[in-house]
């Protein structure tokens, strides 16, 4: 990595700085500047109407702000009104409306960016990324014949043939199924570690969140409320809004300003010694690799709690510890 000397800070390879945007007079991004070292991942959560696809829309140059830059390798890059063609070659924006080329076949759509390139090479790199997005069977079928899924993974590695300075994935996830996202899991991970691309990425989705981004940035009513590692994040929210939208969130009061994650409860069957709290199961949700417990506590809270297996059932009354250090207050 390229290291700046005077501040042993990773070099960025773009930046946002102090962008705001209102549409109609509403403002919907105030003041975000945001630094994407080289290699890393940075995502962006929120809720709906937050700014994500707005902040997305202008890294990609095809939205221009009203205030604010934006800079590509240190140099600022020109009003995307000033330019014939919205957006900019060295950066991509995958996003939920796929562009593709729907007469042409997978392969020649992922081969598109690239066609300009030595056969060869064009042929490998092609089949690499067919074999990673696990296209193979439908290789050769036309764009408009594949399923939701099928297009989102071409498009995906149509994005990735030529890699560009600064990916920008719009809700990537969203509309896959568990099969489709370990496969694109994989294609990022080799991302990631081989290839050292840098990325923004948008999601609605906590996990997505926290398992992809080296740091996280919350967006609310278009203004940056927090940014750190997924875990600062996570462990120390600064508000109820950055808690709730990173995981469940256990209140230990009506203020809404100490909380538990379900994480750190022990729930059991037998009163234990000791202090502890007293409550009824009243919902079971199998998680997969967990079961997930909603549990009404004797003061009329809420609590969800976790357990690997499904022996709690419904109006059963549990007890829940946990110990002091876990609970979080938020100032
Ligand atoms: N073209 C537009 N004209 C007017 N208002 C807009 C336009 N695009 C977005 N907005 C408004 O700007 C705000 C931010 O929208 P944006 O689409 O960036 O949010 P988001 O976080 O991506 O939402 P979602 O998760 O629902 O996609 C919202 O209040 C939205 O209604």
């Not at 000033?82 to 997978?106: A, D, N, R």
């Not at 149509?158 to 994935?169: G, I, N, Q, Y």
């Not at 740091?215 to 950055?242: C, F, M, N």
Request: charged fraction near 25%; aromatic fraction near 8%.
């Amino acid at each position: 990595m390229r290291e700046n000397k005077k501040t042993t800070q990773p070099l960025s390879i773009f930046e946002l700085k102090e962008v705001s945007k209102t549409y109609d007079q509403l403002p919907a991004l105030e003041n975000i500047t945001i630094r994407v070292p080289e290699g890393h991942w940075i995502g962006i959560l929120g809720e709906s109407g937050s700014g994500k696809s707005t902040l997305l829309q202008i890294a990609a140059r095809h939205l221009d702000a009203d205030k604010g830059a934006a800079f590509l390798h240190g140099k600022e890059l020109p009003h995307v009104g000033s330019q014939l063609l919205k957006g900019h070659p060295k950066i991509k924006l995958v996003h939920q409306e796929f562009h593709l080329f729907p007469g042409q076949t997978v392969r020649e759509n992922i081969a598109y960016p690239i066609r300009l390139e030595r056969p060869a090479y064009v042929a490998q790199r092609t089949n690499e990324l067919i074999e990673l997005a696990g296209l193979e069977e439908v290789r050769n079928q036309k764009a408009k014949t594949l399923s939701g899924g099928e297009k989102q993974r071409t498009a995906i590695a149509m994005a990735l043939s030529e890699l560009p300075d600064l990916l920008l994935l719009d809700e990537t996830f969203a509309h896959l199924d568990g099969l489709n996202r370990s496969r694109l899991t994989r294609l990022f991970q080799q991302l990631k570690a081989r290839e050292r691309q840098s990325c923004i990425f948008v999601t609605h989705a906590p996990t997505e969140a926290m398992d992809w981004a080296d740091s996280l940035i919350v967006l609310r009513k278009g203004k940056i409320v927090q940014s750190g590692t997924p875990i600062e994040v996570y462990d120390l929210p600064v508000s109820a809004y950055v808690a709730e939208l990173t995981g469940n969130v256990n209140w230990l009061d009506k203020t809404g300003r100490k909380f538990i994650r379900p994480e750190k409860v022990r729930v059991s069957r037998q009163e234990p010694v000791g202090p502890h709290m007293t409550g009824r199961i009243r919902h079971t949700h199998f998680r997969g690799l967990h079961w997930e417990y909603s549990c009404e506590l004797e003061n009329g809270l809420w609590w969800v709690v976790y357990r690997l297996r499904n022996d709690l059932k419904p109006d059963q009354t549990v007890y829940l510890r946990f110990s002091e250090k876990d609970t979080r207050h938020i100032k």
